[in-house]
């Protein structure tokens, strides 16, 4: 039914959109809404404005609302192509450049061409494009078109014709959300349906709002999330007044039909209808005394939507309808091995150390989006080398973990350095079987180097019997057992440690002896001896004694015999000295009688 750009669609394309509507249908996303339909029941509808029409048969037929201005079309005449004209008036107290204005009064006005009714508008601020459809063109060729409108200069931009099978457009409204079209058409059995297109017009779905058996005339329509208010002309079930009808997008049905009372200002018009902000409601009016374009408003209680996405984590799920001025937070966790990256709220990055797991919505008066992506953490490679010894491969650690590196060396070989990053560590006891990497922050490198153990000889030596070898090589901290043993008929004797004589062999070592811890060099000498030996020697031992004891014997009879041989001779040297001085005396005395005078030897007389 719907077409691009005055092309037909081919059937490949309808049946595509068709699935798409289907798709689409009853899982409209919506945002900022009245919270209760029962409100429009009854509101308060206040006047905040009133303006003298440009032309003496101007009437008020349809209105939008742009970021900065309400625009309304004012319909010159019905009958001939006489120029339509677009007054925009001041949303709100300030101008587009912030200077004070005052609201709801004339900003501009545009008045160049002939837009037929006028019955309904709506403003894309995506494309700031103002889009007009024409109700019952006056050229039936214009049926089924609407006219783009550029919304800051309000000048004619171009015509579309976006229904080709006799339908027409009554009323048009934007999804800014979610960048659709809705257009009220009246179909050739006059049956009105509200149509969902893309902004290229391709239709999405539709549904019947209200059926040609009802006879209602439809004036204008907005949205305010999942519900779609409709101003109808008076109805005999309302009295002489007209209706706002409430629909639901999600559900496709009419929710409630309620009169729209605007008192105090004659006969009028209600001809137009437009949400300036969630739950603010203006109604623009056609009053006939005097001729003029009346502005009618409501607040109503709003409830906001906060939508939430998240990419590799969990989020908790957004909300469609938080009261205006709650609170609310969004909590979001990663995946395992991911981090917080990026948050968005409506579109701006926000300071993510600031907000790590939540972010709290604050006083809420309008929509909001929250974009949560989570990156993979990095990943760092610790690469390992060893030097005689064994060491774990490359270990690959994710940023701001703990990695520990194993090694260990070949036999015989002792720690002599370890090198991480190039760079030796101070105390390489501290990490003699493993190097703890912590909180990790890049790659690193681990080289291990082990050096062989300090070796030294063990010598050994055997007297008539076995030991074992003399081992050259013997690391240290080890032990060493050398083992011993006799040839037949042999026993131990002693044994020699390190040039030292055990003075007591212990029974434990009598066939073996063990070093313990070796620290150095070491020699053993192990000597046996014939078992019948000490007999033997006792026996020679006891020859000897004999033998000794008879020289000895016979030295002391010899000595005894010489010494009184000797005695013997000294008494017969002795005597003979006696006799020889005795003879000496009587010699003397002889000689020396006479001389003496007879005197006495010795004095004696």
């Known amino acids: ?125 995506n494309t700031n494009e103002i889009i007009i459809a024409p109700h019952k063109p006056r050229d039936p060729k214009n049926m089924g078109v609407i006219y783009k409108v550029d919304g800051s200069t309000l000048m004619y931009k171009e015509t579309v014709t976006v229904a080709e099978d006799g339908s027409r457009i009554d009323a048009v409204e934007y999804d800014a959300e979610n960048r659709q079209y809705i257009l009220l058409e009246k179909d050739a059995d006059r049956d009105h349906n509200f149509v969902f297109t893309d902004e290229d017009f391709n239709e999405l779905y539709s549904f019947q709002a209200i059926g040609a058996d009802r006879k209602i005339v439809c004036q204008d329509f907005t949205i305010s999330g999942d519900y779609m208010l409709l101003i109808t002309a008076a109805q005999d079930a309302l009295g002489d007044v007209p209706g706002l009808m409430v629909f639901s997008r999600s559900q496709e049905i009419q929710l409630a039909n309620y009169p ?24 623009g009016v056609g009053i006939q005394n005097p001729r003029s374009i009346g502005f009618f408003e409501t607040k109503l209680q709003a409830v906001f939507k906060v939508t939430t996405s998240v990419e590799n984590g969990d989020v908790t799920g957004g909300h469609d309808a938080l009261d205006e001025g709650s609170d609310y937070t969004v909590s979001y966790t990663p995946d395992e091995d991911y981090e917080l990256s990026m948050l968005s709220i409506d579109g701006v990055q926000q300071d993510i150390a600031a907000f790590p797991e939540a972010y709290t919505f604050k006083d809420l008066s309008s929509d909001h989006t929250l974009d949560v992506v989570f990156t993979e953490i990095p990943k760092f490679d610790i690469t390992t080398t060893v030097k005689n010894g064994s060491i774990d491969d490359t270990i690959t650690v994710r940023r701001d973990k703990d990695a520990t590196v194993t090694y260990r060396p070949k036999e015989h070989y002792e720690m002599d350095q370890v090198l991480i990053d190039g760079e030796p560590v ?71 440690v390190d040039g030292e004589w055990m003075q007591q062999i212990p029974e434990k070592k009598l066939e073996a002896y063990a070093f313990k811890n070796v620290q150095g060099p070491h020699s053993i000498v192990v000597v046996y001896q014939w078992k019948y030996m000490p007999y033997i020697i006792f026996g020679a031992f006891c020859v000897l004694a004999l033998i000794c004891g008879i020289i000895y014997g016979s030295y002391v009879l010899y000595t005894e015999r010489r010494r009184k041989r000797e005695e013997m001779i000294r008494r017969r040297i002795e005597d003979r000295l006696r006799m020889q001085r005795a003879a000496q005396r009587v010699a003397a005395t002889k000689q020396a009688g006479p001389l003496n005078g007879g005197r006495k030897e010795n004095g004696k007389g």
């Open 260 to 283: 729209l009372y605007m008192e105090g200002i004659g006969w009028h018009e209600a001809e137009s209808i437009a949400e300036i902000s969630p739950g603010h409601i203006l109604v």
């Open 426 to 496: 101070q105390d390489s006891q501290s990490c003699l079987e493993s190097y703890d990497f912590i909180n990790v922050q890049g790659p690193h490198h681990i080289e291990v180097r082990y050096k062989e153990i300090p070796s030294y000889q063990i010598t050994t030596q055997v007297v008539n019997g076995t030991i074992t070898k003399t081992q050259p090589k013997v690391y240290r901290d080890e032990r060493f057992k050398v083992r011993y043993e006799p040839l037949e008929g042999y026993e131990l004797s002693y044994i020699k």
């Open 1 to 125: 039914m719907l077409y691009l750009k005055g092309k037909k669609m081919h059937m490949l394309a309808a049946g595509l959109l068709l699935v798409l509507g289907l798709l689409l249908a009853g899982s409209v996303d919506t945002g900022a809404k009245i919270k209760e339909v029962s409100a429009l029941e009854d509101p308060q509808w206040n006047m905040v404005g009133q303006v003298g029409v440009t032309h003496e048969a101007g009437w008020l037929q349809s209105m939008c609302v742009t970021d900065n201005y309400i625009v309304c079309f004012e319909n010159t005449s019905n009958k001939d192509d006489e120029p339509d004209t677009l007054l925009a008036f001041y949303k709100n107290d300030y101008d587009e450049n912030g200077d004070p204005v005052e609201r709801y009064s004339l900003a501009k006005m545009v008045t160049e061409r002939d837009y037929e009714h006028g019955n309904g508008m709506a403003y894309n601020r």
